[in-house]
T-cell receptor, first 115, second 112 residues
Framework: DAGVIQSPRHEVTEMGQEVTLRCKPI?????LFWYRQTMMRGLELLIY????????DSGMPEDRFSAKMPNASFSTLKIQPSEPRDSAVYFC?????????????FGPGTRLTVT | KNQVEQSPQSLIILEGKNCTLQ??????????LRWYKQDTGRGPVSLTI?????NTKSNGRYTATLDADTKQSSLHITASQLSDSASYIC???????????FGKGTRLHILP
């Protein structure tokens, strides 16, 4: 299995631009999680889906962030408009079943730099 | 407030030595605790997961302990290797409101 796939691996954009991060979970996994990691705050859960349905988006920082999961094999995290404080590494993870009781498998991350 | 505190923030040891990383939490009601290893530039990888009834769990040279009464966990690394250089993150999940709380990690450097 290829594991969780994220693209792009690196993204550099100017403030105000739209950014779209992509994730393909492990085949057969029912849950998908988006995280953000910074030096100051560590890892933070942004949103998670169970069977393609958003369950908890309380970690999404503000309305500029949105996430979708149109099918079981694809999810996007969009930031519009982007700001310098959004610079971070964004991880996608998938899990065989819902909730936090099961092992999560992380992708390699997307390093976002907003100038 | 649900919190996970890890210590030390960073640690440097010589190859072949043992070390222990600490994790204290206030997450309640407790569901499970995980230790992750994160190599530079990569996503975290799970080392161990423990529920309330488990006191010790091993994964090769990694041994995690859990004291649910004092809300403390430790990760012991035996006979460290250069490849153990990484960040180690403690993660605690709560029952019910489905919360997951991450520690900020301990950065471990193994010197040859």
């Amino acid at each position: 299995d290829a594991g969780v796939i994220q693209s792009p691996r690196h993204e550099v954009t100017e403030m105000g631009q739209e950014v779209t991060l992509r994730c393909k979970p492990i085949s057969g996994h029912n849950s998908l999680f988006w995280y953000r990691q910074t030096m100051m705050r560590g890892l933070e859960l942004l949103i998670y889906f169970n069977n393609n349905v958003p369950i908890d988006d309380s970690g999404m920082p503000e309305d500029r962030f949105s996430a979708k999961m149109p099918n079981a094999s694809f999810s996007t995290l969009k930031i519009q408009p982007s700001e310098p404080r959004d610079s971070a590494v964004y991880f996608c993870a998938s899990s065989p079943q819902g909730g936090f009781s099961y092992e999560q498998y992380f992708g390699p991350g997307t390093r976002l730099t907003v100038t | 407030k649900n919190q996970v505190e890890q210590s030390p923030q960073s640690l440097i040891i010589l190859e072949g030595k043992n070390c222990t990383l600490q994790c204290n939490y206030t997450v309640s009601p407790f569901s499970n605790l995980r230790w992750y290893k994160q190599d530079t530039g990569r996503g975290p990888v799970s080392l161990t997961i423990m529920t309330f009834s488990e006191n010790t769990k091993s994964n090769g040279r990694y041994t995690a302990t859990l004291d649910a009464d004092t809300k403390q966990s430790s990760l012991h690394i035996t006979a460290s290797q250069l490849s153990d250089s990484a960040s180690y993150i403690c993660v605690v999940s709560a029952i019910g409101d489905d919360k997951i709380i991450f520690g900020k990690g301990t950065r471990l450097h193994i010197l040859p």
